[in-house]
């Protein structure tokens, strides 16, 4: 079957601080996957992606790096802001089909200040 | 503002009451979806459309949702019946093709 998940459901960090919230994904057709931010009471907001054909994608502060070998993804965020305190899902799309997103279940990430 | 918007944010309903939710897309946007989300867990697809045309229904989407997208533009989610298992939140994302989905803001639904 299909599935994504989290490593760890918490993640603190000091601001400052560079974070890393990591992600398993199980089936090895998975092509396509995204980061979304989710501050609560508000909608996942797309922060990232990267496709099967990269091991490595870089945006303004967060690097997203997909080692397909072991089917892991994780999110690096450089110099963590307060701002950046949210609930961080990984989400895919292909191994099912494209035409709907997979999210695992979230990782809350809160900076400390 | 230019991203998705849903209407109302926030809705508090009676068991048994019928509730109405509203989604307009990017306007350029083809492809819209509807996704349920509760406490602690990610979305979970329900439902989406290409232009007008619903092309594809998760098995979440019991007999008493019905979603429509008449003009190929906004989008409405209607819940029959409510049951209290349906509280939860109801997020929108609309897409150009198979790029990218973009999340609106959600409804709220809470079924006493």
């Known amino acids: 079957g299909e599935s994504v998940g989290l490593h760890l459901p918490t993640l603190s960090v000091q601001e400052g601080d560079n974070s890393i919230i990591n992600c398993a994904y199980s089936n090895s057709a998975s092509d396509y996957f995204i980061w979304y931010k989710q501050e609560s009471g508000k909608g996942p907001q797309f922060i990232i992606d990267?496709?099967?054909?990269?091991d490595k994608r870089q945006g303004q502060r967060v690097t997203v790096l997909l080692n397909k070998t072991v089917k892991h993804l994780s999110l690096q965020i450089a110099a963590t802001q307060p701002g950046d305190s949210a609930v961080y899902f990984c989400a895919e799309m292909g191994a099912a089909s494209y035409d709907k997103v997979i999210f695992g279940p979230g990782t809350s990430l809160s900076v400390i200040p | 503002d230019t991203g998705v918007s849903q209407d109302p944010r926030h809705k508090i309903t009676k068991r048994g009451q019928n509730v109405t939710f509203r989604c307009d897309p990017i306007s350029e946007h083809n492809r819209l979806y509807w996704y349920r989300q509760t406490l602690g867990q990610g979305p979970e697809f329900l439902t989406y459309f290409q232009n007008e045309a619903q092309l594809e229904k998760s098995r979440l989407l019991s007999d008493r949702f019905s979603a429509e997208r008449p003009k190929g533009s906004f989008s409405t989610l209607e819940i029959q019946r409510t049951e209290q298992g349906d509280s939860a939140m109801y997020l929108c994302?609309?897409?150009?093709?198979?790029?990218?989905?973009?999340f609106g803001p959600g409804t709220r639904l809470t079924v006493l």
């Open positions: 994302a609309s897409s150009h093709s198979q790029d990218t989905q973009y």
């Open positions: 990267i496709r099967s054909n990269m």
